[in-house]
């Protein structure tokens, strides 16, 4: 084993973050290959909270080299200040620790006001988005009308680039009542990005290459999860990158055939932020509980996540969509004290029973979940050091979700911190 990609395989937030962070233990690589400051990933150290948008959750290991692929786009205001934070920390941040494509795409200015416009334009129709810029970035990327962050250390190509494109956006955002934005401030403060963020930058498919030739431990960390992603998740309301693991290739330019496993990540139930439709969520005090208990407020934005029971007919479409062979539970302490749980095993659309999600959110929306309901357990599990000490109803939630799936589980998380995890197979080791 040497090539790991995590996703996540319901709407993000399944704690990621904390599954690379304990597997960064054994790899050499942690890579970063999609999305960007939108994506918030949690890790608690030593009863400290750390939240990353776009350096990877693996720069806390000394012996790791973390990497933001190609397929990132960049707020570098956003990252200079990430960098900034873990060298007050103490941390070495230099540039043979944290690598940053040079082919990644960057935000800019523009983006963010033509995001933020947009979605106070939609009024009834809003997508949720965290209004960071994200998806006009990928679309002046796809228009070819991007930056890369190379761009940003050729002063008088970036000039003239960006004279022509502010005009540009600047009839838009008059267009939709907001300020212009001022040529000269953009201009001088992203040259000193540039100057900031040049010594990191480099051709991260070269160095991932090679460290693939010298069977170096890669792992790659995914940001959202499978039903945010562009053209496999909810649509309209996803993200603007693919977000499946075959995006780990292009996103930072590793070819498909040396990817060795790719493992899901299951929250221990659902969670969603934002719009969108959710089978399973939670209308009653049950999803109070979780949200308080789980701290399930967005990394980002703040805003309270969305609750509900575990389904299984999104996780084991994700496991089709990412070629997973691993999993790892995360949250399942939250569930400690109730009563009963839920598991959904499939869906009733128009009197049918039916095992998959439909492409349409019309159709999603007239989902009725068909639940398995399991007892709960009382016991606080959070300092659990092994499996056997599990609760047996514990145990059978479990079992019953990787009967269900056909698949592992070699990690599971039973609380914040890093030490609250039980390693049933390591898969650097597998």
């Known amino acids: 084993m040497s090539t790991l990609v995590i996703v996540g395989t319901q709407w993000g937030d399944e704690g990621k973050g904390k599954i690379v962070d304990v597997l960064t233990k054994k790899a050499d690589y942690v890579v970063r290959f999609q999305g960007g400051a939108n994506a918030g990933h949690t890790l608690v150290i030593n009863q400290k909270k750390y939240i990353f948008h776009l350096i990877p959750s693996g720069i806390f290991w000394p012996q790791t080299v973390c990497i933001i692929g190609n397929g990132v786009v960049v707020d570098p205001e956003v990252l200079i200040e990430e960098i900034e934070k873990l060298k007050n920390e103490g941390l070495n941040i230099n540039p043979d620790k944290l690598m940053i494509s040079e082919r990644a795409h960057?935000?800019?200015?523009?983006?963010?006001?033509?995001?933020?416009?947009?979605?106070?334009?939609?009024?009834?129709?809003?997508?949720?988005?965290?209004?960071?810029?994200?998806?006009?970035?990928?679309?002046?990327?796809?228009?070819?009308?991007?930056?890369?962050?190379?761009?940003?250390?050729?002063?008088?190509?970036?000039?003239?680039?960006?004279?022509?494109?502010?005009?540009?956006?600047?009839?838009?955002?008059?267009?939709?009542?907001?300020?212009?934005?001022?040529?000269?401030?953009?201009?001088?403060r992203?040259?000193?990005?540039?100057?900031?963020?040049?010594?990191?930058?480099?051709?991260?498919?070269?160095?991932?290459?090679?460290?693939?030739?010298?069977?170096?431990?890669?792992?790659?960390?995914?940001?959202?999860?499978?039903?945010?992603?562009?053209?496999?998740?909810?649509?309209?309301?996803?993200?603007?990158?693919?977000?499946?693991?075959?995006?780990?290739?292009?996103?930072?330019?590793?070819?498909?055939?040396?990817?060795?496993?790719?493992?899901?990540?299951?929250?221990?139930?659902?969670?969603?932020?934002?719009?969108?439709?959710?089978?399973?969520?939670?209308?009653?005090?049950?999803?109070?509980?979780?949200?308080?208990?789980?701290?399930?407020?967005?990394?980002?934005?703040?805003?309270?996540?969305?609750?509900?029971?575990?389904?299984?007919?999104?996780?084991?479409?994700?496991?089709?969509?990412?070629?997973?062979?691993?999993?790892?539970?995360?949250?399942?302490?939250?569930?400690s004290g109730l009563e009963k749980v839920k598991i959904c095993i499939g869906y009733e659309y128009k009197g049918k029973k039916i095992d998959y999600l439909p492409s349409s959110v019309l159709e999603i929306n007239n989902l009725k979940p068909i639940y398995q309901e399991l007892p709960g357990w009382k016991k606080d599990i959070k300092n659990i050091k092994n499996f056997e000490e599990l609760p047996n109803e514990t145990k059978l939630y479990i079992k019953t979700i990787e009967e269900y799936l056909g698949i592992p589980f070699y990690l599971i998380s039973i609380g914040p911190e890093r030490e609250n995890c039980l390693i049933l197979k390591n898969p650097f080791e597998s």
Request: net charge positive; proline share 4%; hydrophobic share 35%.
């Open 106 to 188: 960057v935000i800019m200015p523009y983006h963010k006001a033509l995001d933020l416009a947009r979605e106070k334009k939609a009024k009834h129709h809003k997508l949720g988005t965290t209004c960071r810029g994200i998806g006009p970035c990928y679309e002046d990327k796809a228009a070819r009308k991007g930056f890369r962050l190379i761009d940003l250390i050729y002063p008088n190509f970036f000039k003239e680039k960006l004279k022509s494109i502010i005009e540009e956006k600047n009839v838009i955002l008059k267009y939709l009542g907001e300020k212009p934005i001022e040529f000269k401030e953009v201009y001088e």
């Open 190 to 335: 992203y040259i000193k990005y540039g100057e900031y963020l040049k010594p990191y930058l480099t051709d991260v498919s070269q160095i991932l290459w090679g460290a693939k030739k010298e069977n170096k431990n890669i792992l790659f960390e995914g940001a959202q999860g499978t039903f945010l992603d562009l053209d496999h998740g909810t649509y309209p309301y996803v993200t603007s990158s693919n977000t499946l693991a075959g995006n780990a290739c292009c996103g930072t330019g590793l070819g498909p055939l040396d990817v060795d496993l790719v493992m899901g990540i299951i929250k221990a139930y659902t969670t969603r932020v934002g719009s969108g439709p959710f089978p399973t969520e939670i209308k009653n005090h049950i999803e109070e509980y979780l949200r308080t208990k789980g701290n399930e407020y967005g990394s980002t934005t703040g805003r309270p996540r969305r609750c509900g029971w575990l389904d299984l007919i999104l996780v084991k479409t994700a496991i089709r969509l990412n070629s997973i062979k691993a999993l790892a539970l995360t949250k399942l302490d939250v569930l």
